[in-house]
């Protein structure tokens, strides 16, 4: 960026998390939204009187003024459009999954390591406050000893993505960031799978890693739940730290046999935090892929739990 003014981001896709992003730029300071890639009818409605809309993407690339875009588009096409972009001198933020391919996130990591120029991918829960705040105590009061995990709603049923793309990366990348290491091992069973849904891929899925030391990470996901769940439990010397995303008091520790104390954390908006530290990023023109790196190996575990899954049948 030369000289002061807004941080002007473009944006790659206008629908249920797309919207997202459009009002946290619009309610951020400092922050202006000039672009939307979009074929929605109503996508100048979405985006406001000062931003232009393009049909397609590679228009916006070509002929919009930013100095970096958010993909929130389907998965299958987040890579090429981050290419596109970082050719262009145009960091990047992406929603997750990074990709549904380990050798496009290897293509994608291998081109941003020669650029001065930031890719995060949005992990949101990462970013939480709450998070943060859980993994800080957790290695103040490990060993980690165990990772538990549950996520889930019902639906949405996803033509495009399946239950594990869908529900999976965030519970991996937590484990990935509370492990940090890769896993030794990666299994995954369908628990429960509806025929009569209102969609593909109705499932519940347990997936399960294991990493040098014996550290073992299990979660259950699914989009057949009655209610939203985010849940992560650590096992910790002298009891257990818990994040719920869907609580009031969203960051817990529950001691073994004294009760449970209830853990402060900042409380803003963990989507704000992410398109600040884009935003500020960019902003200082560096090079920031550390949660690329991440994103990439989420996708690894992914694919390699897709396997484990597609040889028992799914």
């Not at 996508?43 to 049909?55: E, S």
């Not at 790196?293 to 739990?305: Q, T």
Request: with cysteine.
């Amino acid at each position: 960026m030369n000289g002061p003014g807004p941080v002007r981001l473009g944006l790659a896709g206008a629908g249920r998390w797309g919207r997202n992003f459009i009002r946290t730029i619009y309610r951020l300071p400092g922050l202006e939204l000039v672009a939307l890639a979009s074929s929605n009818p109503v996508a100048q409605d979405l985006a406001g009187p000062g931003c232009r809309v393009f049909a397609c993407w590679p228009d916006m690339l070509e002929q919009a003024d930013m100095h970096g875009v958010i993909v929130a588009t389907p998965p299958h096409v987040h890579v090429e459009i981050a290419l596109a972009a970082l050719r262009r001198g145009i960091g990047v933020l992406i929603e997750k999954p990074l990709c549904l391919d380990p050798a496009e996130a290897g293509t994608l990591l291998a081109e941003a390591r020669t650029l001065d120029l930031p890719v995060l991918v949005d992990h949101i829960h990462l970013r939480h406050p709450a998070y943060v705040e859980l993994k800080r105590l957790a290695h103040a009061m490990g060993p980690i000893r165990g990772l538990r995990g549950r996520a889930g709603a019902w639906g949405p049923f996803r033509t495009d993505t399946d239950v594990l793309w869908d529900w999976g990366p965030h519970d991996i990348a937590m484990f990935l960031d509370l492990g940090e290491a890769e896993p030794t091992s990666m299994r995954a069973r369908v628990l429960e799978a509806l025929q009569d849904a209102p969609g593909p891929h109705a499932q519940r899925l347990a997936l399960t890693l294991e990493f040098s030391g014996g550290l073992a990470a299990e979660t259950v996901v699914g989009n057949i739940e009655a209610d939203k769940i985010r849940r992560l439990e650590v096992d910790v010397s002298g009891g257990r730290l818990v994040y719920d995303d869907q609580a009031d008091d969203k960051l817990i520790f529950v001691a073994e046999g004294e009760g449970t104390a209830v853990l402060s954390h900042p409380p803003v908006q963990p989507l704000d935090v992410v398109v600040q530290a884009f935003a500020a990023a960019l902003a200082a023109e560096r090079r920031d892929i550390e949660d690329l790196e991440l994103g990439a190996k989420v996708v690894w575990v992914l694919h390699a739990l897709d396997a484990d899954l597609r040889s028992r049948g799914r």
